[in-house]
Protein backbone atom coordinates (compact mmCIF):
# COMPACT_ATOMS: atom_id res chain seq x y z
CA UNK A 1 0.00 0.00 0.00
CA UNK A 2 1.91 3.05 -0.94
CA UNK A 3 1.96 5.69 1.98
CA UNK A 4 2.76 9.35 1.32
CA UNK A 5 5.43 11.09 3.30
CA UNK A 6 3.40 14.12 4.95
CA UNK A 7 3.69 15.36 7.98
CA UNK A 8 0.75 13.88 10.49
CA UNK A 9 1.93 15.09 13.41
CA UNK A 10 -0.44 15.75 16.31
CA UNK A 11 -2.96 17.08 14.09
CA UNK A 12 -6.04 15.94 16.07
CA UNK A 13 -8.45 17.03 12.86
CA UNK A 14 -6.56 15.07 9.77
CA UNK A 15 -9.35 11.74 8.89
CA UNK A 16 -8.36 8.61 10.30
CA UNK A 17 -10.17 5.32 9.62
CA UNK A 18 -11.94 3.76 12.76
CA UNK A 19 -13.29 0.89 13.94
CA UNK A 20 -17.04 0.53 15.91
CA UNK A 21 -15.52 -1.01 19.65
CA UNK A 22 -18.89 -2.24 20.65
CA UNK A 23 -22.74 -3.41 19.99
CA UNK A 24 -24.01 0.19 21.56
CA UNK A 25 -21.62 1.89 18.75
CA UNK A 26 -23.01 -0.60 15.71
CA UNK A 27 -26.78 -0.34 17.02
CA UNK A 28 -26.11 3.93 17.29
CA UNK A 29 -24.19 4.36 13.89
CA UNK A 30 -25.36 6.56 11.07
CA UNK A 31 -23.71 7.72 8.07
CA UNK A 32 -22.20 11.58 8.40
CA UNK A 33 -20.95 14.29 6.27
CA UNK A 34 -17.61 13.48 8.06
CA UNK A 35 -17.37 10.32 6.53
CA UNK A 36 -16.44 11.12 3.12
CA UNK A 37 -12.78 10.92 3.68
CA UNK A 38 -13.20 7.10 4.54
CA UNK A 39 -15.03 6.42 1.50
CA UNK A 40 -12.80 4.54 -1.27
CA UNK A 41 -12.83 6.48 -4.70
CA UNK A 42 -11.78 3.34 -6.69
CA UNK A 43 -14.07 0.47 -7.70
CA UNK A 44 -13.73 -3.25 -7.99
CA UNK A 45 -11.99 -3.74 -10.82
CA UNK A 46 -13.12 -6.60 -13.10
CA UNK A 47 -10.61 -9.56 -12.78
CA UNK A 48 -10.51 -13.24 -14.70
CA UNK A 49 -11.10 -15.63 -12.45
CA UNK A 50 -10.08 -19.49 -12.88
CA UNK A 51 -13.49 -21.60 -11.22
CA UNK A 52 -10.97 -24.99 -10.65
CA UNK A 53 -8.54 -22.21 -8.92
CA UNK A 54 -8.43 -22.64 -5.59
CA UNK A 55 -9.41 -18.85 -3.80
CA UNK A 56 -7.09 -17.08 -1.39
CA UNK A 57 -8.40 -15.26 1.40
CA UNK A 58 -5.87 -12.62 3.35
CA UNK A 59 -5.98 -11.17 6.37
CA UNK A 60 -4.43 -8.44 7.77
CA UNK A 61 -3.67 -8.69 11.57
CA UNK A 62 -0.88 -6.34 12.40
CA UNK A 63 -0.90 -5.54 16.24
CA UNK A 64 -4.84 -4.94 16.70
CA UNK A 65 -5.02 -2.55 13.48
CA UNK A 66 -5.25 0.76 13.12
CA UNK A 67 -1.63 1.86 12.83
CA UNK A 68 0.21 3.55 10.62
CA UNK A 69 -2.36 2.22 7.74
CA UNK A 70 -5.28 4.60 9.64
CA UNK A 71 -4.37 8.23 8.76
CA UNK A 72 -5.66 8.54 5.10
CA UNK A 73 -3.74 11.51 3.90
CA UNK A 74 -0.64 9.58 4.59
CA UNK A 75 2.18 9.53 7.13
CA UNK A 76 5.74 9.44 7.91
CA UNK A 77 6.52 5.80 8.59
CA UNK A 78 9.25 4.20 6.34
CA UNK A 79 8.26 1.25 6.52
CA UNK A 80 4.87 0.15 5.81
CA UNK A 81 3.38 -3.42 5.56
CA UNK A 82 2.08 -3.56 1.38
CA UNK A 83 1.53 -6.60 -0.67
CA UNK A 84 3.39 -7.82 -2.99
CA UNK A 85 1.03 -10.74 -4.73
CA UNK A 86 -2.18 -9.48 -5.41
CA UNK A 87 -2.87 -11.59 -8.17
CA UNK A 88 -2.71 -14.48 -5.95
CA UNK A 89 -5.38 -13.29 -3.39
CA UNK A 90 -9.04 -13.27 -3.92
CA UNK A 91 -10.23 -11.30 -1.01
CA UNK A 92 -8.79 -8.87 1.72
CA UNK A 93 -9.57 -9.16 5.79
CA UNK A 94 -9.00 -6.16 7.34
CA UNK A 95 -8.95 -7.65 10.76
CA UNK A 96 -8.28 -5.73 14.35
CA UNK A 97 -9.10 -6.75 17.95
CA UNK A 98 -12.47 -4.27 17.95
CA UNK A 99 -16.26 -5.42 17.86
CA UNK A 100 -16.44 -4.19 14.06
CA UNK A 101 -13.54 -3.16 12.25
CA UNK A 102 -14.05 -0.90 8.97
CA UNK A 103 -10.82 -1.50 6.42
CA UNK A 104 -8.86 1.88 6.13
CA UNK A 105 -9.66 3.42 3.08
CA UNK A 106 -6.91 3.09 1.78
CA UNK A 107 -6.61 -0.74 1.79
CA UNK A 108 -10.33 -0.68 -0.01
CA UNK A 109 -8.54 1.05 -2.72
CA UNK A 110 -5.98 -1.01 -3.08
CA UNK A 111 -7.89 -3.95 -3.12
CA UNK A 112 -9.99 -2.76 -5.71
CA UNK A 113 -7.56 -1.20 -7.97
CA UNK A 114 -6.34 -5.17 -7.90
CA UNK A 115 -9.08 -6.74 -8.19
CA UNK A 116 -9.75 -7.47 -4.72
CA UNK A 117 -12.89 -7.63 -2.43
CA UNK A 118 -12.30 -5.83 0.53
CA UNK A 119 -13.86 -7.36 3.77
CA UNK A 120 -14.35 -5.72 7.06
CA UNK A 121 -14.76 -8.18 10.23
CA UNK A 122 -17.45 -8.27 12.68
CA UNK A 123 -15.75 -9.71 15.83
CA UNK A 124 -16.84 -11.77 18.94
CA UNK A 125 -14.60 -13.60 21.39
CA UNK A 126 -14.49 -14.98 24.57
CA UNK A 127 -17.23 -16.63 26.93
CA UNK A 128 -17.51 -13.29 29.25
CA UNK A 129 -18.59 -12.13 25.36
CA UNK A 130 -21.76 -13.92 25.11
CA UNK A 131 -24.51 -11.40 25.65
CA UNK A 132 -23.08 -9.81 22.79
CA UNK A 133 -23.70 -13.14 20.62
CA UNK A 134 -27.16 -12.53 22.20
CA UNK A 135 -27.29 -9.65 21.39
CA UNK A 136 -26.02 -9.89 17.67
CA UNK A 137 -29.28 -12.37 17.08
CA UNK A 138 -31.57 -10.47 19.02
CA UNK A 139 -31.33 -7.45 17.92
CA UNK A 140 -32.37 -4.08 19.99
CA UNK A 141 -35.97 -3.41 21.82
CA UNK A 142 -38.44 -2.98 18.67
CA UNK A 143 -39.30 0.23 20.05
CA UNK A 144 -37.02 1.76 22.31
CA UNK A 145 -38.86 2.62 25.52
CA UNK A 146 -41.24 -0.03 25.44
CA UNK A 147 -41.25 -3.41 27.06
CA UNK A 148 -41.39 -5.17 23.59
CA UNK A 149 -37.90 -6.73 24.63
CA UNK A 150 -39.33 -10.54 24.37
CA UNK A 151 -36.85 -12.33 25.28
CA UNK A 152 -37.78 -15.33 23.22
CA UNK A 153 -37.76 -13.83 19.83
CA UNK A 154 -34.90 -15.41 17.84
CA UNK A 155 -34.09 -13.31 15.11
CA UNK A 156 -33.91 -9.60 14.13
CA UNK A 157 -32.19 -8.38 11.54
CA UNK A 158 -31.42 -5.28 13.03
CA UNK A 159 -27.60 -5.39 13.48
CA UNK A 160 -27.22 -7.51 9.67
CA UNK A 161 -28.85 -4.76 8.08
CA UNK A 162 -26.74 -2.36 10.00
CA UNK A 163 -23.33 -4.57 8.93
CA UNK A 164 -25.51 -4.02 5.27
CA UNK A 165 -25.67 -0.38 5.33
CA UNK A 166 -22.23 0.37 6.75
CA UNK A 167 -20.12 -1.60 3.91
CA UNK A 168 -22.38 -0.55 1.18
CA UNK A 169 -21.28 3.45 2.97
CA UNK A 170 -18.21 2.91 3.25
CA UNK A 171 -17.91 1.01 -0.07
CA UNK A 172 -16.44 -2.19 1.15
CA UNK A 173 -17.74 -5.74 -0.51
CA UNK A 174 -18.71 -7.95 2.76
CA UNK A 175 -17.50 -9.30 6.00
CA UNK A 176 -15.83 -11.39 7.54
CA UNK A 177 -17.70 -12.76 11.24
CA UNK A 178 -15.17 -14.25 13.31
CA UNK A 179 -17.02 -15.70 16.37
CA UNK A 180 -14.58 -17.49 19.09
CA UNK A 181 -17.62 -17.93 21.94
CA UNK A 182 -20.20 -19.99 22.69
CA UNK A 183 -24.21 -19.04 23.06
CA UNK A 184 -26.70 -18.90 26.08
CA UNK A 185 -27.80 -22.50 26.31
CA UNK A 186 -30.91 -21.26 27.20
CA UNK A 187 -34.07 -19.78 25.97
CA UNK A 188 -33.52 -22.20 23.07
CA UNK A 189 -30.67 -24.23 21.94
CA UNK A 190 -26.89 -23.59 21.16
CA UNK A 191 -27.89 -25.14 18.01
CA UNK A 192 -30.68 -23.49 17.12
CA UNK A 193 -29.77 -19.96 17.93
CA UNK A 194 -26.15 -20.90 15.38
CA UNK A 195 -28.59 -22.02 12.72
CA UNK A 196 -30.05 -18.47 12.96
CA UNK A 197 -26.83 -16.90 13.02
CA UNK A 198 -25.95 -18.91 9.26
CA UNK A 199 -29.20 -17.30 8.18
Not at 61 to 70: E, F, L, T, V
Not at 125 to 134: F, R, S, W, Y
Not at 144 to 155: A, N, Y
Amino acid sequence: MPSLTLSQGKDTLSPVSFALKSMNELRDWVPTKQDEFNIPNVSLQPRARDALKPRLLLTHDMAGGYKQDKFIQGNDYSDIYSIQYWHLTDMFNYFSHERVSIPPVNWTNACHRNGVKSLGTFLVEGNNQMHEMEALLHGPPLDPGSDDDDPLRLWSPFYADKLVAIAKHYGFDGWLFNIECEFFPFPTSPKTKAEELAK
